[in-house]
């Protein structure tokens, strides 16, 4: 009965452990940005600590004579320095940006400056987290013969506990606790940890290790029972490739992982619970895995052939997936569930998750227990060393398979071919094990054939690697694609009807109906009509232009434009008439960045600071909405400077509407909300009170100018989209929270849109 206390102390000790993980990397991003390079450094830190713990501790566990007082020790470690980790990354802020405003780093130095900085955050905990592993090891898997099996509960524990930790984290604690309370509650639940290994501490004698011995050689006709040590020991040149062989596995997994989460975030709403859900169901996988690895070794031995297949499966499986995923578009929401709701949704991005990805996380979960037996010898002396040096490895190889297959096998092979290159590794791997055991059962030589055919066959009629969201496979109107590092772009031109739209990871953005077209043109004209000797001018989101098009039609002398994605940029050459074909402006400087990143390693002042980020409800975008990213724009903009957001009220409920005009106003107290038809307003923040007098001098600006007439109409027009000036918006939106860093969470809801549209209806009747 007390080893289930043990089993329920790792579990908790997994929820804690993915509770920091998401919160951290949330958390991160807000210092080295959204981006995939920022996102990769961040993780590779996290990982990195915790191969690094596994191995050093894994040396010397096996020596301690209390190890469940030294576990209860790192539990206390990781509570103590996770939960100063908020107000040391919140520092970090200043550090970063006076080091890279002071150098202003290429990109390559920039990303080694991000590790470097979340390096010397993360490393001290995740050294502790990745060190519970073999510590626990050590207490657990004691018994001769059952040792893979031990291990492989251990592992589908945690594991289980790391998925409950990421789900909760994702949809629930951060949104009701924000990011501090979030983390106070991991360090609560590591101290409880702590508590109860203390209590068996006092109360419960570990089995003694036994010194390490030469294993007996078996005949090879005798069965191993189930409390036996393998029958077999394998060579050492054997023993090798397993522990290489299981590296390579790790690499792989991640670079499943990187591909699969791409490919999904396609088909659903990128929300900013949409990673966790994802995880989540890997995650389970994993643990499923590892649970069905565990029973295996303890029915029968674990041995290279079974690590061989388990390699073959997965990469059949992988391969699977794809086909899978090329019919996603045909499982809607409304079909499966009949209607639209946020439980609905999450359900839904969970089935999608499930479907594709959940087979083959099982048996990439199952390796870990079969690889534990074999690499044991299913002996209980120096398990500590043996399991934290796979578990080491398998996570060196996994930062390894993230960087690799996001930086280089992505933009080099797309996302379709990247998986199949993945999924060679596996298929090569298992070939290779089972050729190695081939040679003491040569009927096995050429078992994996037939798999292999299968594989190559599956290849050569996989359907088309296009990804696109809302259908399978091209259309002729599909006239732009490219899968990059961060974004896959679609664009579509519909010549007869004289309409563009671009598709970004699936989602629609730049589509040029008359709607969209006037709140792109309103964005880029506005800002340079209430500042009309403005010199320089900042847009943060160029996507294909057009609103950057219009502001370069009033001559400002620098415009510099930040986006996160090349291939929008790219795109926008097929946008060339509606954004006046504004990337040969010799004005125009572009940038690959994130927009928030972006302002904290500037030291310019603006004139004009515009930005169009995608949906507040979007995972790259949430923190373009916050207090903390008002007041960096307040810092970064002149003094009589104007700034201007597209803040789009569709997936909005009212109160997250209110609540992020209620914060832009708390940092620019001048702010008036336009709004110009469909659901787009906009938050127009000017140095002083936006008077009729002002405004009058803004629309003969207007009347002067015949690019703003034919964009936006008469001055009349133009006057007609001030929705509300600042006294009118300070009576709608009223007193109430703000939106910070800490508990920014938009769950993407239609369910007022309508509400809001009405609202904003009646206000602009009056003004006209």
């Not at 993780?43 to 020596?63: C, K, N, P, Q, T």
């Not at 206390?76 to 890279?100: C, D, K, M, R």
């Not at 060679?424 to 009927?443: D, H, K, T």
């Not at 953005?509 to 800002?527: I, K, N, Q, W």
């Amino acid at each position: 009965m007390r080893r289930v206390y043990l089993l329920i102390l790792f579990f908790l000790s997994g929820v804690s452990g993915l509770i920091y993980e998401i919160v951290w990397v949330r958390q991160a991003s807000l210092t080295f940005g959204v981006s995939v390079y920022a996102y990769s450094t961040i993780l590779a830190a996290y990982m990195g600590g915790m191969a690094l713990g596994s191995y050093l501790l894994g040396r010397r566990i096996d020596e301690i004579s209390r190890p469940l007082r030294a576990y209860a020790i790192l539990e206390i470690g990781i509570a103590l320095l996770a939960g100063i980790s908020p107000f040391v990354l919140t520092e970090l802020n200043g550090l970063y940006a006076a080091i890279t405003r002071a150098t202003h780093p290429s990109l390559p130095l920039l990303t080694l400056l991000r590790l470097s900085l979340s390096i010397v955050v993360l490393a001290p905990p995740t050294i502790l987290i990745g060190a519970t592993l073999p510590a626990m090891s050590r207490i657990y898997a004691t018994r001769p013969g059952r040792i893979g099996g031990d291990v492989g509960w251990l592992y589908a524990a945690n594991t289980v506990g790391a998925m409950l930790g990421c789900l909760l984290t994702g949809i629930s604690f951060i949104r009701f606790l924000g990011v501090l309370g979030t983390v106070l509650l991991g360090v609560t639940i590591n101290l409880l940890v702590a508590i109860g290994a203390l209590w068996l501490d006092r109360t419960w004698s570990p089995t003694p290790v036994p010194q390490e011995t030469p294993a007996p050689r078996r005949s090879r006709s005798r069965r191993r029972r189930p409390s036996e040590p393998q029958s077999r020991p394998l060579s050492e040149r054997a023993m090798r490739y397993v522990v290489i062989g299981y590296g390579l596995s790790g690499l792989v997994a991640l670079g499943y992982e990187v591909v699969w989460a791409r490919i999904l975030s396609i088909h659903t709403l990128h929300a900013i619970y949409s990673f966790s859900l994802m995880l989540t169901v890997f995650l389970g996988g994993l643990a499923v895995g590892g649970a069905l690895g565990a029973r295996w070794v303890r029915r029968r031995p674990a041995t290279l052939t079974t690590f061989g297949w388990l390699q073959i499966g997965i990469g059949l499986l992988a391969i699977a997936a794809l086909f899978i995923f090329a019919k996603l578009p045909a499982l809607t929401l409304e079909g499966v569930f009949g209607g639209y709701s946020i439980p609905k949704e999450i359900l839904y991005e969970m089935l999608l998750a499930f479907i594709t990805l959940f087979p083959p996380t099982v048996l990439i979960g199952a390796v870990f227990p079969v690889v534990g037996s074999i690499y044991t010898r299913e002996r209980a002396e120096r398990v500590g060393l043996r399991v934290g040096l796979i578990n080491a490895l398998n996570t060196v190889g996994a930062i390894a398979g993230s960087l690799i297959t996001g930086f280089v096998l992505i933009p080099l092979l797309g996302l379709r071919d990247s998986a199949l290159a993945l999924s060679a590794v596996n298929l090569l791997v298992g070939a290779g094990a089972i050729w190695l055991a081939s040679r003491e059962r040569p009927a096995l030589r050429w078992a994996p054939i037939p798999a292999l055919g299968l594989a190559i066959l599956a290849a050569l009629i996989m359907p088309p690697g296009l990804y696109l969201g809302f259908r399978e496979g091209p259309s002729e109107y599909l006239v732009f694609y490219k899968e990059g590092v961060e974004t896959t772009v679609a664009v579509f031109d519909v010549p007869e009807k004289n309409f563009k739209v671009s598709f970004v990871n699936g989602r629609i953005e730049v589509p040029t109906d008359e709607v969209s077209m006037r709140a792109f043109r309103l964005l880029g004209h506005l800002p340079p009509l209430l500042r009309p000797d403005a010199r320089n001018a900042l847009v943060l989101s160029f996507g294909n232009g057009i609103a950057t098009g219009s502001l370069d039609t009033h001559r400002i002398p620098v415009i510099e434009a930040i986006d996160l994605s090349p291939e929008m940029i790219e795109a926008a050459a097929i946008y060339w008439e509606e954004n006046y074909n504004v990337l040969r402006s010799p004005r125009l400087h572009l940038r690959v960045e994130d927009a928030r990143n972006y302002l904290l390693q500037t030291d310019e002042r603006y004139d004009i600071i515009s930005t169009d980020a995608t949906h507040p409800s979007n995972a790259s975008s949430w923190a373009l909405f916050t207090r903390e990213f008002y007041q960096t724009v307040k810092q970064r903009l002149a003094p009589d400077g104007v700034f201007m957001q597209w803040l789009p009220f569709h997936s909005l409920s009212e109160a997250d509407y209110k609540a992020i005009i209620r914060t832009c106003r708390s940092v620019f107290p001048h702010t008036t909300l336009w709004y110009t038809g469909g659901s787009h307003t906009f938050l127009v923040a000017t140095p002083e009170r936006l008077t009729e007098e002002r405004l009058a001098e803004v629309l003969a600006r207007a009347a002067d100018d015949p690019t703003v007439l034919e964009d936006l109409g008469p001055p009349d027009v133009i006057r007609g989209y001030l929705a509300m000036d600042e006294d009118e918006l300070a009576e709608y939106v009223g007193e109430g929270p703000l939106v910070t860093d800490d508990n920014a969470f938009f769950l993407p809801s239609n369910a007022e849109t309508m509400k809001i549209m009405s609202t904003l209806q009646a206000a602009v009747s009056r003004t006209r």
